[in-house]
């Protein structure tokens, strides 16, 4: 059985969000903006299908899924570019491929002592997020 990552999460640590957003050549009043907000995690899992929110008060972002079938994403309001995403299960981390023009670029979701961890990677830089449940 794969971990259950659902529930509601709120940011606790962000290590070179800058760098992943400069990475993806968001803009600079976007990343000061987004690096100035706490961001919070809205998980659905059933089965195989997952809806993930990412919100502030600034924006929110959202992508639904099921693991093992690629989409079309669309980025829109972080860098608005198009990717083909995959989402698989690799042991007890949820790991997604986002294949377009940026050169390595994916994330990874994981659990560790109560903690949801997320990494995103672009290009060279990876920027590593830690949640905490929100009750
Ligand atoms: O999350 O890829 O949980 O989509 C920077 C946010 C990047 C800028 C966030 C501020 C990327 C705007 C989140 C706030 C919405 C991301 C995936 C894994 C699911």
Redesign the pocket.
């Given at each position: 059985m794969p971990p259950d990552i659902s529930g509601k999460w709120i940011l606790e640590t962000n290590d070179r969000?800058e760098d992943?957003?400069k990475a993806?050549n968001?803009d600079f009043a976007?990343?000061k903006?987004?690096l100035a907000?706490s961001?919070t995690?809205l998980?659905t899992q059933d089965g195989d299908k997952f809806t993930?929110k990412?919100?502030?008060t600034?924006?929110?972002?959202?992508?639904s899924f099921t693991v093992g079938v690629e989409f079309d994403e669309h980025?829109v309001?972080?860098d608005n570019r198009h990717v083909k995403s995959l989402i698989k299960w690799e042991g007890d981390e949820l790991v997604?491929t986002q294949t377009g023009q940026k050169a390595n670029r994916g994330?990874k979701?994981w659990l560790q002592s109560e903690k949801l961890y997320?990494e995103?990677t672009c290009e060279d830089v990876v920027?590593l997020q830690v949640f905490k449940r929100k009750e």
């Open positions: 969000l992943y957003m993806l968001i976007t990343r903006i987004a907000l961001q995690k998980i993930i990412t919100c502030s600034f924006r929110n972002y959202e992508i980025t309001g972080l997604c994330w979701h997320l995103l920027c």
